[in-house]
Nanobody
Framework: EVQLQASGGGLVQAGGSLRLSCAAS????????IGWFRQAPGKEREGISS????????YHAESVKGRFTISIDNAKNTAYLQMDRLKVEDTAVYYC??????????????WGQGTLVTVSS
């Protein structure tokens, strides 16, 4: 059974940090790009970070560049999103996905269930 289990969300004050995890099982993790997306209340889903299949190239949207970092531990079949200097506008449900390409131009075969990040002022 294919599973992507996102975790690590919670309530944090503005300026704080969180690290999200995305644990994968049931498929060849090494063969997929990993993306992080978020959806804030009343807004469309936004692709914010991705890392390609070779793990050599990463992408971060302008809204998070310099504050968020995507990383991978292939040995653990786990992806991470380190989020620093969080802002109130980062409040959203965060999802990880496995597929190809990047969050700008890609395709996503598997999705995690989402983890809620709430940033208070």
């Amino acid at each position: 059974e294919v599973q992507l289990q996102a975790s690590g969300g919670g309530l944090v004050q503005a300026g704080g940090s969180l690290r999200l995890s995305c644990a994968a099982s049931g498929f060849s993790f090494d063969d997929y790009a990993i993306g992080w997306f978020r959806q804030a209340p009343g807004k469309e889903r936004e692709g914010i970070s991705s890392i390609n299949k070779s793990r050599r190239n990463t992408y971060h949207a302008e809204s998070v560049k310099g504050r968020f970092t995507i990383s991978i531990d292939n040995a653990k079949n786990t992806a991470y999103l380190q989020m620093d200097r969080l802002k109130v506008e980062d409040t959203a449900v965060y999802y990880c996905a496995a597929g190809g390409g990047s969050v700008v131009a890609g395709w996503w075969d598997y999705w995690g269930q989402g983890t809620l990040v709430t940033v208070s002022s």
